[in-house]
Every structure is written in C-alpha cells, then in structure tokens.
C-alpha cells in the first residue's frame, strides 16, 4: 500500500528549529521529485520546498531561502525539512508529496501532514 507519512511537527517559539520527516512506503522515493508544501489557515496551499530524489538538487520559496533546508536519503526512503529561524508566519500545516519528476508541480500522492505552530 502506497503511504506518505510526515512528522516532526509541533509548537516552537518564533527563532527556533523544527526537523520534519517524510517517509514513503510502497514505493521508491528515489523514482521521484519529493516535495514540502504548506498551507496556512485561510490560504492557499503553497510549495515551500523541493528535491529531486535522483540527484539531489533543491529550490526553495523566496520566504525560507537561508532557513529551510531539504535533504534526502534514498536508503531510508525519506525526506527532512530542517527549519531553523521559525517565524509566526511559518505557521501552517506542512504536507510532503511524491511528484513526477524533475520538478514538484505535478503531484503524484500526497502526504496527511503535520502541524507546525510558531508562537511565544
């Protein structure tokens, strides 16, 4: 059974670091784009970060370049997000998702996601 399962999420005061994990299961990561996305209460889902399973190259949204960083293990068939530097704003919910390659944009399968909350 195809599953995409996130967690890591949780309360964080605002200056501090959150390690979201993304774990797939009945199928292979490395065959695909592996994607974080996000979406804050009463907005649009948004794609915050991506990374090509096969080769390991990234983007990021304007608003996380210098904090966020994606990596990947293709053994564990897994992706993290390291957050450093949480701001209020970075409050949504965070989805992970398998897509077609090389790039994030057509979504395969989508994970249940975690909550991320950044508040003093």
């Known amino acids: 059974q195809l599953q995409i399962v996130e967690s890591g999420g949780g309360l964080v005061q605002p200056g501090g670091s959150l390690r979201l994990s993304c774990v797939g299961s009945?199928?292979?990561?490395?065959?695909?784009?592996i994607g974080w996305f996000r979406q804050a209460p009463g907005k649009e889902r948004e794609g915050v970060s991506c990374?090509?399973?096969?080769?390991?190259?990234?983007n990021y949204t304007d608003s996380v370049k210098g904090r966020f960083t994606i990596s990947r293990d293709n053994a564990k068939n897994t992706v993290y997000l390291q957050m450093n530097s949480l701001k209020p704003e970075d409050t949504a919910i965070y989805y992970c998702?398998?897509?077609?390659?090389?790039?994030?944009?057509?979504?395969?399968?989508w994970g249940q996601g975690t909550q991320v909350t950044v508040s003093s």
């Open positions: 990374i090509k399973m096969s080769d390991g190259r990234t």
């Open positions: 998702a398998a897509a077609a390659p090389p790039l994030c944009s057509r979504v395969r399968f």
């Open positions: 009945g199928f292979t990561m490395a065959a695909y784009a």
